[in-house]
């Protein structure tokens, strides 16, 4: 007999009646996209748990699937029997067996169906004791074992499941409403879009292009970001907009110490208006604190001020290396290093402002026909949509 099923745990104590019951849905819904391609796998939802069968399917690499999954807290290897006493002894023992390395454990039973004629106490003593007697490696701890083995009785079926896999936590995606994300080819963007999406957010991406300053193979490493991201965010939609014209503007016209607050408030604007389009709620950047000169308050104030849109900023509390750290988690880093120029860095002036003024920005962007240069971009964007499992050649253009 072996472990037939993983007993998922899902969080966030705070939510009750409707609220509970629609994140619940949600995640069962997201579970199931993500496990779609194991045939004969089945999840269902029972007790405040969700179970997923595994039905001959190995284990392994659907619980790497399922880790990553927001809303999870935890996952354990189970085995589901009648709720009869040898059933329960027998699959206790599989469990302390399958379970390599270990020297200590304890039992922790439940009796949820107290129609089950034996109490919770001495459930524990005849599993505990039945284990003892079959397994001499292994000796009993109640204070640090090794392995806890859970018994659980219920109605017809009882489970018994071993120690505690973390989930990824968060909230399920699709549970907090639609964000834009500013996708660079940097760290940091794909890095706050995987934050935002630990927040439940359902993402779409923004990307500025300007061929032929920037190559397609900096817009095809956005695409594989944005891919990569599918497998926490299911479904992601990525606007690609044509920033050509509109840097070269800004480059003729404006002082070259504005160039990039001038940039990102035309980066906003647009961003605002594909939101808008789009049923998005807010921006999402990979913007921190004091990093670079567009970073500092007095930068983000001159860019933030033209649009109304919430902006959200997952990364101000982190630093450097921190970011760092989760983008090789997530395996964006690797993508995210190699070496194609981004938008932002083909016009860089020598020396940009790092405390730039709100009306010298304005007056400079005045030169520019606003109007026209935004409503042209947001026109010509074109629309990729990735699903996650996807191969490089079925993206769908249109
Ligand atoms: P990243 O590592 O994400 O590129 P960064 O540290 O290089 O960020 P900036 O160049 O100042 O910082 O960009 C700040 C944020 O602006 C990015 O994190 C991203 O959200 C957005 N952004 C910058 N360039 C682009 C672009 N070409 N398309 C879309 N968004 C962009
Ligand atoms: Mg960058």
């Given at each position: 007999m072996k472990s037939n099923l993983i007993l998922l745990r899902y969080g966030e104590l705070a939510l009750k009646g409707k609220n509970k019951s629609e994140f619940e849905d949600r995640l069962v819904q997201n579970i199931r996209q993500k496990l779609s391609g194991f045939p004969g796998v089945a999840v269902s939802k029972a007790h405040g748990r969700i179970f997923v069968e595994l039905n001959d399917q190995e284990m392994d690499p659907i619980?790497?699937?399922?880790?990553?999954?927001?809303?999870?807290?935890?996952?354990?290897?189970?085995?589901?029997?009648?709720?009869?006493l040898g059933e329960i002894q027998k699959a206790a023992l599989e469990l302390v067996e399958q379970s390599s390395g270990i020297r200590t454990f304890k039992v922790i039973s439940k009796r949820a169906d107290k129609k089950f004629p034996i109490?919770?106490?001495?459930l524990n003593h005849r599993v505990g004791g039945y284990i003892l007697s079959r397994c001499p490696k292994v000796k009993v701890d109640v204070h640090h074992p090794d392995l806890s083995v859970h018994v659980e009785v219920r109605g017809t079926y009882s489970y018994v499941y071993g120690n505690d896999i973390p989930g990824p936590g968060g909230l399920p995606v699709g549970s907090?409403?639609?964000?834009?994300?500013l996708l660079s080819g940097g760290i940091d963007s794909p890095v706050a879009g995987y934050m935002a999406l630990k927040r439940g957010v359902e993402l779409q991406a923004i990307h500025f292009h300007s061929y032929p300053f920037t190559s397609e193979r900096a817009k095809q490493k956005v695409i594989d970001l944005a891919q990569i991201l599918t497998r926490f965010g299911g479904r992601i939609r990525l606007y690609v907009v044509p920033f050509t014209e509109i840097q070269t503007e800004i480059n003729?016209?404006?002082?070259?110490?504005?160039?990039?607050?001038?940039?990102?408030?035309?980066?906003?604007?647009?961003?605002?208006?594909?939101?808008?389009?789009n049923q998005a709620l807010a921006l999402?950047?990979?913007?921190?604190?004091?990093?670079?000169?567009?970073?500092?308050?007095?930068?983000?104030?001159?860019?933030?001020?033209?649009?109304?849109?919430?902006?959200?900023?997952?990364?101000?509390?982190?630093d450097k290396h921190e970011i760092m750290t989760v983008a090789k988690k997530i395996g964006t880093y690797e993508t995210s290093i190699l070496p194609y120029e981004d938008c932002c860095t083909v016009f860089l002036p020598k020396a940009p402002k790092t405390?730039?003024?709100?009306?010298?920005?304005?007056?400079?962007?005045?030169?520019?026909?606003?109007?026209?240069?935004?409503?042209?971009?947001?026109?010509?964007?074109?629309?990729?949509?990735?699903?996650?499992?996807?191969?490089?050649?079925?993206?769908?253009?249109?």
């Open positions: 619980i790497r699937e399922l880790s990553e999954v927001f809303g999870l807290v935890g996952f354990s290897p189970a085995i589901r029997i009648r709720s009869e109490g919770s106490q001495e907090s409403g639609r964000v834009m994300l003729k016209h404006c002082y070259e110490s504005y160039s990039i607050t001038v940039m990102r408030r035309m980066m906003f604007r647009i961003s605002e208006e594909l939101a808008k389009r999402v950047t990979g913007e921190s604190l004091g990093q670079v000169a567009s970073q500092t308050l007095e930068s983000m104030n001159a860019i933030n001020e033209v649009v109304r849109i919430p902006v959200l900023r997952p990364l101000i509390g982190m405390k730039p003024d709100r009306e010298v920005a304005a007056k400079q962007e005045a030169r520019l026909e606003l109007e026209r240069l935004i409503q042209e971009a947001v026109e010509g964007t074109e629309v990729i949509d990735l699903e996650p499992g996807q191969k490089e050649d079925e993206f769908s253009y249109f």
